[in-house]
């Protein structure tokens, strides 16, 4: 068998489009698990999620929250991953950053080499970060 192929995956813990992603990462890691290297990257999509928020309301009417469920919902049909936008709609106006979420994914990655996680630990073996099944949140 030759040098295997390195995939790097770019995602954010936060990013519905990467949760919809997840699937084909994971099969990829089932289907070729000698011949495919994932390497995954946390990427903090929005350090500041403040003028994001301020151009949904502008663009909604005042009405984001409804908007942003639609586009929650919208994204989700397309890759057919379950996620709850209510309950993330639900602390949204607390939200401020996809960073923490990324750091708290990284912070759950046992570094290759150094053995199993822990039983019962959330840790994963790997390079690079790689968030839990389903990420690090309640949801997308």
């Not at 990257?41 to 502008?58: H, K, N, T, Y």
Request: net charge neutral; glycine share 12%; aromatic share 10%.
């Amino acid at each position: 068998m030759g040098t295997p192929i390195r995939v790097i995956w770019y995602t954010d813990p936060h990013n519905i489009w990467c949760w919809g992603f997840e699937p084909t990462v994971r099969r990829l890691e089932v289907l070729y698990p000698d011949t495919v290297e994932i390497e995954t990257r946390q990427g903090g999509l929005f350090e500041d999620f403040s003028p994001v928020r301020e151009q949904w309301a502008r663009m909604s009417g005042g009405r984001w929250k409804d908007s942003v469920r639609a586009f929650f919902e919208a994204v989700s049909s397309q890759h057919r991953m379950p996620m709850n936008a209510d309950a993330m709609l639900e602390s949204s106006d607390d939200f401020n950053s996809t960073w923490p979420a990324c750091i708290a994914a990284k912070g759950g990655v046992v570094p290759r080499g150094t053995g199993d996680p822990p039983e019962g630990s959330p840790g994963r073996r790997g390079e690079g970060v790689r968030p839990r099944p389903g990420g690090v949140r309640a949801g997308p």
